[in-house]
């Protein structure tokens, strides 16, 4: 198994439930991928996300072998879902609670409160039909493809989710906080399509909740449970190359020299990775990486983490900054490569839910911020991504921290160059493949290689996409895949 990500982790841990015996290969020196963490003058600062949805997708890894995820990790509610303000002073909370959530909703404008249930409702199908459906199924070919299109066309997965939003509720803001969170699987909500409601659903449904520690908390505890179940993890040796005789995969060489053969080998790897340099010397390799070097790649992330002096139990575990605009700024990140001088900010604040992550009297914070990937923009970031922090820092001091800078103990960025060279993104990308139409079902690449039949892939990259539930899903795809053989 190459890569310890979220996705590795729970592959790993499927296929060591069911007695297959398993090697996880991670080239940094900690697991975690994208959601590795830090700690830097005793702030703790996750890489990736810093809470969690639907925590008993994770529940069920422990389940698998008869035991606890209490025993390792410990989930804390947070609330609001996300607070979202605006420049111009105003705000609103996402919340769990109906009856909040209604209220919120008539204090935006009352017109659209039919509008919020129906997208409720319409949530609530594409969730049963997308993550509980779609997600779960192997699409191998067009005929796969063909038994879901009465599906895609019930829920009008033709439209995109923007669209579909903005037929229920007619205000500007409205029509924003219900549309929004396709970025956190790299979908411009202007192109993702319709079915992406599910998740505004599923954290309705399920709340949101906190890793104590952080969420590298929950990568320790997986690795914990991985080994106690016997399987073997080998960290900061990178693989080099997948090893071939014909079309069927024999084992993998790291750079350290280390050589492991394989009945079976799955890849957590970036997907242009995989193909392009550890199958390099294979035709297959050289050609589907070809083919991927066409498609329509997500945006980057830029991410500044910072700990400060103070305390801000104002400022929730999850806000967005939004700017004057909405469409106009997606169009320039997702279609014209331009970084704008406005910006859309997740600002994410998880010691206001857990103290511990730093030191007493202090607080850590995290902003991302979607910039277009180096295909699209191919700057020189280690001259701007100073400049673009203190930008971040600019607008974060103007609506919430008026102070901030005299506060700061310590911050660093990681910019999209920082994903291209340390996690080998392609193109600095943060969510692989953008989940386009065009890039959906039997359209992505699939969990199992069409040449190479032993080989088999888990996250961002392939089906059913990126975001968290979405990867456990897949993972829980592909060790069906590989179990039946």
Not at 47 to 55: Q, S
Not at 352 to 364: F, I, Q, R
Not at 370 to 397: C, F, Q, S, T
Request: proline fraction near 6%.
């Amino acid at each position: 198994m190459i890569g310890a990500g979220l996705g590795g982790l729970a592959l790993a841990v499927r296929l060591q439930s069911a007695g297959v015996a398993t090697t996880l290969l991670e080239a940094r020196e900690k697991p975690g991928g994208c959601a590795a963490w830090s700690i830097r003058e005793g702030f703790i600062f996750d890489a990736g996300p810093v809470a969690i949805t639907d925590p008993d997708s994770f529940a069920e890894l422990w389940r698998l072998s008869g035991q606890d995820m209490a025993r390792d990790v410990t989930l804390e509610p947070v609330s609001p879902l996300w607070r979202l303000s605006w420049a111009d002073g105003s705000a609103m909370d996402l919340l769990a609670d109906d009856a909040l959530m209604r209220q919120e909703v008539a204090r935006m404008d009352g017109r659209d409160l039919p509008g919020w249930q129906r997208l409720l409702d319409l949530g609530g199908e594409a969730l049963r039909e997308g993550l509980g459906g779609l997600a779960q199924q192997e699409f191998s070919d067009m005929r796969a493809m063909l038994k879901a299109v009465p599906t895609l066309l019930q829920h009008q997965g033709w439209r995109s989710l923007y669209n579909m939003v903005s037929s229920q509720v007619g205000q500007d803001k409205l029509r924003q906080a219900f549309s929004f969170e396709s970025l956190l699987a790299g979908g411009n909500p202007l192109e993702a399509n319709a079915l992406h409601g599910w998740r505004h659903r599923l954290e309705h449904d399920t709340g949101l909740w906190h890793p104590k520690g952080g969420l590298n908390r929950m990568v320790g505890a997986l690795v914990a449970l991985f080994e106690r179940l016997g399987g073997a993890i080998r960290l900061g040796d990178p693989v080099a190359r997948i090893e071939m005789i014909g079309d069927r995969a024999t084992g993998v060489v790291t750079q350290g020299g280390w050589r492991g053969d394989a009945d079976v080998i799955a890849s957590n790897a970036d997907l242009m990775h995989s193909y392009r340099d550890l199958l390099g010397q294979h035709p297959r390799g050289r050609g589907h990486a070809e083919k991927l070097a066409r498609k329509q790649w997500s945006p980057a992330l830029f991410a500044l983490h910072f700990g400060i002096r103070g305390t801000w139990p104002g400022i929730p575990h999850r806000s967005l900054l939004l700017g004057p605009r909405y469409e106009g700024l997606l169009t320039d990140i997702f279609q014209h490569g331009v970084l704008p001088a406005d910006q859309m900010i997740f600002l994410y604040h998880p010691s206001v839910t857990d103290p511990g992550l730093a030191p007493e009297g202090c607080s850590v914070f995290s902003a991302l911020a979607p910039v277009p990937h180096l295909g699209k923009l191919p700057i020189d970031w280690d001259h701007m991504a100073p400049l673009y922090a203190d930008r971040i820092l600019n607008e974060i001091e103007r609506r919430l921290i008026p102070d901030i800078r005299a506060r700061i103990i310590t911050r660093h960025h990681v910019a999209p160059s920082d994903f291209a060279g340390d996690m080998r993104a392609h193109l600095g990308s943060a969510f692989s493949l953008a989940p386009v139409n065009s890039q959906s079902l039997c359209l992505r690449p699939h969990n199992r290689d069409a040449v190479i039949r032993n080989l088999y892939l888990v996250g961002a990259g392939t089906h059913p996409g990126a975001g968290v539930p979405y990867v456990l899903a897949g993972a829980k795809l592909t060790a069906g895949l590989m179990l039946e053989g």
